[in-house]
């Protein structure tokens, strides 16, 4: 899992902070931001492509520095990953009756085009002063 390039600007006496592909100074394996190798995703990489980690351990990390605070992100193997799981038809179900609760006013007991406000538990029509 090195990168030919950032070990040359290492051999070269460069000092990168976040580059540590023998996990000796971070205890994974560490790559800077956008320098991972290309066998290896993030969880959201691996979600866009329609995988899932499938209990694979943390295989190597990337660090960076967003408004001086330390950010990470784990990355997992891509050969390893499995299909996303779908949802049942039963619990399909659950979820649009779910939705259908969120739209539904509680006060006049119509069903709305949008979510119900959780701040007032009203429809806007119900609320005083609401859009009549």
């Known amino acids: 899992m090195r990168n030919a390039y950032l070990d040359t600007l290492v051999a070269l006496g460069r000092f990168i ?14 790559f800077p931001y956008r320098w991972a190798p290309t066998d290896l995703a993030t969880r ?11 209990g694979q351990p943390i295989a190597a990390q990337i660090l ?3 408004k001086k605070q330390r950010r990470v992100a784990y990355l997992y193997p891509i050969a390893g990953a499995k299909a996303k799981r779908s949802a049942t038809p039963a619990q399909q179900v659950a979820i649009a009756k779910a939705l259908l609760a ?3 006013c509680p006060t006049c007991r119509q069903v709305k085009g949008y979510y ?3 701040r007032t538990g009203e429809c806007l029509d119900c609320i005083p002063g609401g859009t009549r």
Do not use: K, N
Not at 17 to 22: I, L, S, V
């Open 17 to 30: 902070e976040f580059y540590d592909p023998d996990g000796d100074r971070h205890g994974l394996p560490t």
């Open 44 to 54: 959201r990489q691996l979600r866009a492509a329609g995988l899932r980690p499938a």
């Open 64 to 66: 960076w520095r967003h």
């Open 102 to 104: 969120r739209r539904t």
């Open 116 to 118: 119900i406000p959780r």
